[in-house]
């Protein structure tokens, strides 16, 4: 924005806000100065611009951008710049040249010619100084400011110590966080809680292979400081993801992968060496000798020689340590994968210096053996939980619809089935319906388009007569989709989909100590929720429903079932639409739950309708306060 002629007073303000807006969106200290200097340079009518920065510790002003310039550093009292900071006062010059303060250095350097020059200082809330505007030349019929050029500039430069000083804080917050990043994944206290003291073998297993391999002493130690923190970048990791229960799908796999890149791009900044080695690890943990490792696919000696080791190290306890995924290997089996991986995975000549000292790096193994394991394990076994699929009352981009996971191979509704399970959709033995409304039907028309080919068995579709019946008449009817009940598997026995009618109140077995049971709901059509149970404890899940009186009864009278999810639909102020819809809203649904007498059930709610999302916690948050409700969304694993 160049500006030539005189301003008004309603464009003034006009651009100030323009201004204003575009510098609060910055981050960069850098940016953050060069667009306060395009503010000053607009609001005083100049032809250029400077904002000048005091750095006290090195006795320099220094600015990153001047308009066309490179950064440049000067003196702290040089020029007229320096006076103005030096002795706190407002400079107008009309001709520089003229004047004995001006140091006509840069105007060598650059070949800019001076003439006007007006200098405003810079003050933080403590009246020190921290900087200065410098405009240069008034552009337009008159070469020289004027007194409401500096009222404006004055303007400009309130603004600026404010932004600038905002702007260090938030730079000198993020030091501290780095710090802080850096020693959390040097002692290990990752966010996964399995990894415990993986970190600590990863470093020791770490220091042995350098050494073996003929690193000196010192360096061999920095690497065994910078090896805990390879993982480092998993901090970004979304715990949907992180702690899955269960394997990856492809896209999970993706965005897992990210974090070698993301924890380089964390420390690589720093001027540390052992931050530097740090970055390394995390970059190239991944890597594998024969190129077919992430996130660069680099090869051989490539790879830096430190993620290398790391990968050698990382993996042999990967394999031996139980992980949210997978159990722990037997050491045989390890050794095994090692040798077979050698030349692959990993650097042969590391292969070979781990099973020459494979005695220490045994007796490292032992000494940091995680102490929690069995306690974990316990809490495993103990605990029980289910997969949001989809958790909102209707479709909008970002927002899927009912559904429910309860182990891999059963799930309630099939509202947004691909979205999170992908391939794995294909392993799906039975869809339990609540109902048969579209927002609860729709994915089973998907799954089944994608994946027939590769169904091994019949996918289950099982529900009350009345919620089967209606999919056979006006879904799976051959005008709306296929009749899947009739087509044959490619590559199994019996038909692609088989219905199966089940009664309420009856107990399925769905797995080992697991089952599920319909009970009666009251939507517009026939409806059921389930109580789903596993290794004893239970979650009541009502789906579509307007009345929840017997559902509360149950949970009073039954203690086993400690988590109850209920829909909530719509703001209280559509109640009107909620009881022809047969929808519960936050005062709906609270005035109901008055009548439960048990304390310790979680309260999960879900079918939101998304246009509403920000209105409905509003008031769910406040009429529901008493029962610390939770909100369900997409993808949460929800414990009961
Ligand atoms: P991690 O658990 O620390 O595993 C580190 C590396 O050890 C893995 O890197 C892999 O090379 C090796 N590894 C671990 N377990 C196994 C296994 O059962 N079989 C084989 N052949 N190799 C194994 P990778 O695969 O790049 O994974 C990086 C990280 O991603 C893992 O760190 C883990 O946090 C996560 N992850 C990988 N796959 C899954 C999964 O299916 N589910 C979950 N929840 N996490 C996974
Ligand atoms: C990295 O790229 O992983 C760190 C620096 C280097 O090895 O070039
Ligand atoms: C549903 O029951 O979720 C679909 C109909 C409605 O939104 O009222
Ligand atoms: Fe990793
Ligand atoms: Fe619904």
Redesign the pocket.
Known sequence: MRISRELGADELLEMIFVYLTEISSLRDYDEILEALANMGRALSGADRCTVWVVDEERGKLWTKVAHDMQSVEIPIDSGIVGYAIKTGEKVIIEDAYKDPRFNPQIDKETGYKTKSVMVIPMFDNENKIIGAFQAINHLGSRVDFDERDMQRLMLASTYAAETLISAKLSQEIQDTQKEVVFTMGAIGESR?KE?GN?VKRVAEYSKILALAIGMDEEEAELLKQASPMH?IG?VAIPDE????????TKS??KI??T?AQLGYEMIRHSNRPLLQAASIVAHQH?EKWDGS??PRGLSGEDIHIYGRIT?LA??F???G?D????KA?PLEKIFN?IKEERAK?FDPELVDAFFENSEKILEVRERFKDEFEENSKKVAAEGASIRVLGAYGTKLKGFGTTSFLLNDRHVIDAGNILDTLEEFSVELDTIWLTHSHLDHISDIAYVLDDYYAELKSPLCIASQKETIEALKKHFFNDAIWPDFSKIPLVNGEGMCIEYRTIDLGEEYPIGENETIEAFSTDHTVASCGYIYRKNGRGIMITSDTLEIDNAIERLNEDESISAFMVECSFPSDMEKLALVSKHLTPKLLFDKLEGLKRKNIILYINHIKPLYLNQMITEIERLGEKYNPIIVTDKKILKF
């Open positions: 996964s990894t993986h993982d998993k993801i992180l702690k899955k229960p269960g394997r990856f999970e796999r897992m992968e974090h991944h490792g992430y990968a990382d993996v306890d990967a394999l340590s992980r949210v995924y997978k290997w994968l995975h």
